[in-house]
């Protein structure tokens, strides 16, 4: 009995004393915001960047010794750090930064169904949808799979015939053998990226991300409590990463690189080389690739997977959407290292199951046929061309997309605001295109994407030059890198 009064009394001040300590964190937290603020008033007026990664890793550096120092575990000292520097950095921006883009792809879009359903024509140049549809032996199998009965709960990672099948298509297409458990069917690429970043991230890592992005690699992160660091590409870079740059862009919290190529929305395809480079850059430091090749039937190049590279912690993420035009279908699929796609197997589980089954039945006739991703591809390749064309008569500068779906040009118009291009386009003309904003920091950009037929694409931009020439520039040419 007197002991364990004993231990009550025990027990309450210990309390006390957490919660006193606690107070102690809250006040010097408002003592770091207070600085915070002071370094942000600071920065606008040096006309400085408000995010500085080589403070941070400084920072981060001196702490891991302190953390040292007291047994504390590291990973988890860099994990809380992040959300320190995502405070600071919330702490340093002004309102008008917090606000972020004031016209996204999704606004253009949104607008655009509305205009449609008040039964109005919309040109559609900003969707990421090519219009082509499934075979039709796939829609065949699709429904003969229904009507079979083809309908029961399944294996989370996917049906082993179609893993066994994506196993044989990943060695006719790069040579590389892999096992049925390192395949996941997933459905479609979209819920690829949230699930590998789902089996990788926890809250307070980082992930890299290459911009201009498909904006999900960011929003995925972010949704899972990690936070995304961008590093930013340009046109006169040929919109491709430099190896400096990725690895400067490192922290002792960075888990994940996001790579795309074919790249959306720029066109950017990485090639073996740099691909090696950046891969080697992950390797020492034991980070793991995304790398997103949805886009690889449609490449005017030589496309070079991750998988090559025999990158342990590389995964890779294709989709039936664009190579076989199966958009609506939902599915595609995630191949790497076993305890990674088992992770990503259970999230999927979790949250849906599995694929059903008769859309697997339907991607397994997807991959009995070659020539429909050839077709879809050359058919992008000169609907790109298309867009050149017209883009060459234009006050624009841009890359000529080596693959992919788009093109993204700078408007060369002073002072032009691409989000409020995007909006009057639609309002005026009846064209719907993406601002550059959607895909990181780019408001003299839009991307124009080949999705549609080639008469909706050429009276598309015939609009888009009639509105850009009436600004009465002088046409800067094109920059073919
Ligand atoms: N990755 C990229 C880069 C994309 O642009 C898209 C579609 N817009 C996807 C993945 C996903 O496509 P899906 O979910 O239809 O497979």
């Not at 290459?210 to 904006?215: H, K």
């Not at 590409?233 to 888990?255: F, G, H, K």
């Not at 912690?313 to 076993?338: A, D, H, N, Q």
Request: aromatic share 8%; hydrophobic share 40%; proline share 5%.
């Amino acid at each position: 009995m007197i002991n364990v009064r004993a231990d009550e009394q025990e027990l309450r001040i210990l309390r006390e004393e957490v919660a006193q300590i606690t107070e102690k964190i809250i006040e010097l937290l408002a003592l770091r915001n207070e600085r915070s603020r002071a370094i942000g008033q600071l920065k606008r007026r040096m006309n400085v960047a408000l995010l500085d990664l080589n403070a941070e890793k400084d920072l981060r550096e001196r702490i891991a010794r302190v953390a040292q120092r007291h047994g504390l575990d590291p990973e988890s000292t860099q994990r809380t750090l992040t959300f320190l520097f995502q405070e600071s950095l919330r702490q340093q921006s002004s309102i008008e930064d917090r606000e972020g883009p004031r016209i996204t792809h999704m606004d253009i879009f949104r607008k655009a169904k509305q205009l449609e359903s008040s039964g109005q024509k919309v040109i559609h140049l900003e969707v990421g949808e090519p219009d082509f549809g499934a075979p039709l032996e796939v829609h065949r199998t699709l429904s003969e799979a229904a009507i079979s009965g083809y309908a029961k709960y399944g294996e989370a990672k996917g049906l082993p015939e179609l893993r066994e099948r994506i196993i044989e298509y990943l060695d006719e297409r790069f040579g590389v053998r892999r096992s049925p458990q390192e395949v996941l069917v997933v459905p479609g690429g979209r819920f690829g990226v949230y699930a590998a970043a789902a089996a990788l991230l926890s809250p307070g890592d980082e992930q890299l991300v290459i911009d201009p992005s498909w904006p999900l690699y960011k929003q995925a992160a972010q949704l899972l409590h990690a936070r995304p660091i961008a590093i930013k590409t340009t046109l006169e870079d040929s919109w491709l990463p430099r190896v400096e740059d990725v690895e400067n862009s490192l922290s002792s919290a960075t888990r994940l690189l996001v790579l795309n190529s074919p790249n959306n929305p720029t066109g950017a395809v990485i090639d073996r080389r740099l691909m090696e480079e950046i891969v080697e850059v992950c390797r020492k430091r034991s980070i793991y690739v995304l790398s997103d090749e949805v886009y690889m039937d449609y490449c005017f190049t030589e496309h070079y997977s991750v998988l090559e590279t025999g990158y342990e912690k590389s995964l890779m993420l294709m989709s039936f959407s664009k190579s076989w035009g199966m958009t609506g279908y939902r599915v595609g699929f995630l191949v790497g290292e076993r305890a990674m796609i088992d992770r990503a197997a259970s999230v999927q589980a979790m949250l849906m199951t599995c694929v059903p089954e008769f859309i697997q039945r339907a991607a397994f006739k997807a991959l009995e046929d070659n020539e429909t991703p050839k077709v879809y591809g050359r058919v992008m390749k000169e609907r790109i061309s298309e867009i050149c064309k017209w883009l060459d008569s234009m006050p624009v500068s841009y890359m000529r997309p080596r693959g992919g779906m788009y093109v993204f040009p700078k408007i060369d118009v002073k002072g032009i605001d691409t989000a409020e291009i995007a909006l009057k386009l639609l309002e005026k003309d009846r064209v719907a295109i993406a601002p550059g904003t959607a895909f990181g920091d780019y408001k003299d950009h839009l991307r124009i994407s080949a999705g549609t037929s080639s008469e909706e694409i050429a009276e598309g931009l015939r609009r888009l030059k009639t509105y850009v020439d009436s600004y009465r520039r002088p046409p800067l040419g094109v920059k073919d890198f």
